[in-house]
């Protein structure tokens, strides 16, 4: 396979480009990757590219908010790590923060911002301040509170999640994406439901109990609601659920199968598959007008499902099996014909399926068999610079967050299945859900309104956090 | 005696069984000849009462192995009917041996108009979930056109697709992926069965 037969000429490339990055700052380091001939990459070579130490002390807090305090730091250290952006440091926890910040101190020490926060007001409306100092330049950055909902709300993680984000737009210039979450679908009484986690994979809560077959969650852009298909009414049909309410109601039933929903970025559209005369097709569903399904792919004798919209909107990605292997192709959402993504590669048994296209744009990822196990790869919408991402177990259904860098997929590695979070930057990886049946996840775009949760999961939230 | 009698009744059930299969199992059991009316002159009362429970239990016992008759014959057209077929990977073309159990039903099909099935295509575990429900409905298409192409009515068919969501055997080696790559059947409408 012509994958296979590049695999060492890449890696020979990327240790060479290793060795280059001893000697070079990390901008030289890149131009040499994408400057490496093969069209096809394999494998993360774990880059150890610089992430900015950050130090962010012991919050400041009265007694009665010193268990909110301890709680926040937790969770805005992790989400500094998950981030893949910057890197939290152990060191200077208990320094002292009265007076004027010590800056050659944290400068020994090796950070490059500094983090001060301190929580006022009462245990009902505490009230968290945040000043991120720049150690290099020896200045305050920014400063900001965030009213946080008490400790036991169940908003408070996202509120706090999204103080982090915040943080992480003053100190890099994009927002991080910890206040997100991620639907997908495990097992449930009558087959599966649909199911949402926090992008720290805590407070896993189940969204439907439907007691059928729920697949294919899709987020709104705004994060309100989660389309998918479900055979709750024996044929199977797309519903939306309204993830504040808990709500659900018919959006797509045509005849025949309705299924694959997604939700163009600019939110006019919903894409989705429906079964006409035996075959499946594409299309597009006017959520301005609430009208009006209108084909998108023309394809006799083959099937075509699982659309992406890029991020204008105005182009879809999209699977087929039109040249008798399965393929993911483009096309512009209203007219124009498909085009062939991905490599067709004669008398193989070729199977890319489950495109995302990214949020930035730039890279569309899939997951494509390679001798016959299922990899996440990702392409440039133009079809160059093919990349596989993944090498252990079976690795399936990618989804990418808002940064366009991380990615959540299904994968058997390591023998404990479940959804795994891939930095494609950096190749760190982590689990964020358990579960050997736990799959088809979709990234939400940032969540603003710290309104959107109900009820704490009545689990453990650790329980699925490795 | 109730023994002899039982065995009597099984053999005869099995001959009538027998025959109808003889005859493509299309035939109804023929009507029994009526009895001709006995002659006998002046019967007494016991003789009288006794032909009329002899014929009381006849005709029950024809009635039981009329209702046992149909229950076969039931059983036995719900059997083909459920009979599944399976396919080749990734494929949803009908195979020789597909073949063979779809022309039971048309057959089955052909004698009882009033039935009506659902054909429920389904997959293995190796392709993409979403794609799997693609290929599962191209399954059950297919069911639909082979059996469409033998005259029967289209609008007696419903196809459903439930990819790999519906397994038989949860294993991850070829022979549950075999038995997982099927069309199943169920009756929906038992119109005259």
């Known amino acids: 396979m012509k994958m296979k037969r590049n695999r060492f000429p890449a890696i020979a490339g990327a240790l060479t480009a290793a060795l280059i990055l001893t000697a070079a700052p990390p901008l030289a380091y890149a131009q040499e990757r994408d400057s490496i001939p093969n069209d096809v990459r394999v494998g993360i070579v774990y880059q150890p590219s610089f992430r900015p130490g950050i130090a962010f002390p012991t919050i400041e807090a009265p007694e009665e908010l010193r268990e909110m305090a301890d709680s926040v730091r937790r969770i805005i250290l992790r989400d500094f790590d998950y981030s893949d952006r910057l890197e939290p440091m152990g060191a200077g926890a208990d320094v002292r923060q009265d007076g004027p910040v010590n800056y050659p101190l944290w400068d020994e020490l090796g950070a490059v911002w500094l983090l001060i926060g301190v929580i006022e007001g009462t245990a009902d409306a505490p009230v968290l301040r945040l000043s991120l100092h720049d150690v290099v330049f020896r200045l305050l950055q920014d400063v900001r509170a965030f009213e946080l909902p008490p400790l036991r709300h169940p908003d408070v993680r996202l509120a706090v999640h999204q103080a982090s984000d915040l943080v992480m737009e003053w100190a890099t210039g994009s927002s991080g994406v910890a206040a997100t979450r991620i639907a997908y679908v495990a097992p449930g009484p009558g087959g599966s439901e649909i199911f949402m986690v926090d992008s720290d994979g805590f407070r896993p809560q189940r969204l439907t109990s439907d007691s059928s077959i729920a697949l294919s969650p899709a987020w709104s852009p705004d994060g309100d609601r989660v389309a998918y298909m479900s055979y709750q009414d024996g044929e199977p049909a797309i519903y939306q659920l309204d993830v504040l309410q808990r709500t659900t109601q018919v959006m797509i039933d045509l005849p025949g199968m309705d299924m694959t929903p997604t939700f163009s970025p600019d939110g006019t559209l919903l894409g989705f598959a429906a079964t006409i005369e035996g075959r499946t097709e594409i299309y597009t569903y006017d959520l301005v007008r609430d009208c009006c399904a209108q084909r998108a792919t023309f394809a006799r004798f083959a099937n075509s499902l699982s659309p992406s919209f890029a991020p204008d909107s105005r182009r879809l990605a999209f699977n087929s099996d039109r040249l008798g292997q399965l393929h993911i192709f483009t096309k512009d959402t209203e007219n124009g014909n498909a085009e062939l993504l991905t490599p067709y590669i004669y008398d193989r048994s070729v199977h890319n399926a489950g495109p995302d296209w990214s949020p930035m744009g730039d890279r569309i990822a899939f997951h494509g068999w390679v001798a016959g196990v299922p990899e996440i790869f990702t392409v440039a919408p133009n079809g160059r610079g093919l990349r596989q991402l993944t090498q252990v177990g079976r690795n399936e259904d990618p989804s990418w967050a808002p940064d366009g860098r991380h990615i959540v997929f299904h994968s058997t590695r390591g023998g404990t299945a479940g959804l795994w979070v891939l930095d494609v930057v950096t190749g760190r990886i982590r689990k964020l859900v358990g579960g050997f049946d736990v799959r088809l996840p979709d990234w939400s775009g940032r969540l603003d309104s710290p309104s959107r949760s109900i009820e704490e999961a009545a689990a453990d939230p650790n329980s699925n956090n490795p | ?193």
């Not at chain 2, 002659?39 to 003789?47: C, G, H, L, R």
């Not at chain 2, 009381?56 to 719900?78: D, I, M, N, P, S």
């Open chain 2, 1 to 193: 005696m109730s023994k002899w009698k039982n065995k009597l009744g099984w053999l005869g059930t099995m001959s009538l069984v027998v025959l109808v299969v003889g005859c493509g199992g299309s035939a109804p059991a023929p009507e029994p000849e009526p009895e001709p009316e006995p002659q006998m002159e002046q019967p007494t009362v016991d003789e009288e009462a006794e032909r009329l429970a002899r014929e009381e239990a006849e005709r029950r016992r024809r009635e039981e192995e009329e209702k046992r008759r149909a229950e076969a014959e039931r059983q036995r057209v719900l059997t083909v009917l459920a009979e599944r077929v399976h396919f080749d990977f990734d494929k949803s073309d009908i195979r020789a041996d597909a073949e063979e159990v779809l022309q039971r039903k048309v057959t089955a099909l052909r004698e009882f108009p009033g039935l009506e099935i659902r054909i429920e295509g389904n997959c293995d575990e190796r392709g993409s979930n979403e794609y799997n429900l693609a290929l599962g409905q191209r399954r059950a298409e297919a069911v639909r056109r082979y059996l469409m192409s033998y005259g029967l009515e289209a609008g007696r068919f419903a196809t459903i697709s439930y990819g790999e969501e519906r397994p038989l055997d949860r294993g991850t080696n070829e022979e549950a992926w075999a038995l997982n790559r099927r069309a199943d059947f169920t009756v929906t409408s038992s119109g005259g069965l």
